[in-house]
């Protein structure tokens, strides 16, 4: 018996696989592939957007994104398919977030790694404080 695991689509209770989703759900998610893949094999829809797609074939667009994350459908191939950047909202193709919001959270976050160290090192300090403190009055 392998580790049993929640469906992260339907919650529902499956042994756990390579994947997150149940059996069930793969079949489903695979059928909504096949859709929308046999929509853009069409050549006047090689340039639809998610949006025109999802009116068109009725696949939600959650699914679409995470096939174009997953990288089953190719930008390079399907120039229009992209979804916001979860920062700012502009339009983007991989990943969660457009390069100019990863470089600065890169940014922010070693500034982030600075300021933590500094904190540790002043609480570092005061907790030495106090137990020099500590000592001198238990000798006394
Ligand atoms: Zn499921
Ligand atoms: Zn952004």
Known sequence: ??????CSQ???LFVKTTKDICPNCVKEEEKAFRTVYDFLKIRMNRQATIVEIVEA???EERLII???KEQR???SQFPNLTYPCQRCGSEINEGNLCSDCSKE???DLKNQDVYNDL???KAEEEKRKANTYYSIKRQN
């Open 57 to 59: 074939t009725g696949v």
């Open 1 to 6: 018996m392998g580790e049993l695991s929640n």
């Open 10 to 12: 339907c919650n529902g």
């Open 105 to 107: 959270l890169a940014t």
């Open 73 to 75: 459908l190719r930008p």
């Open 119 to 121: 904190a540790k090192r």
């Open 66 to 68: 995470k096939f174009v």
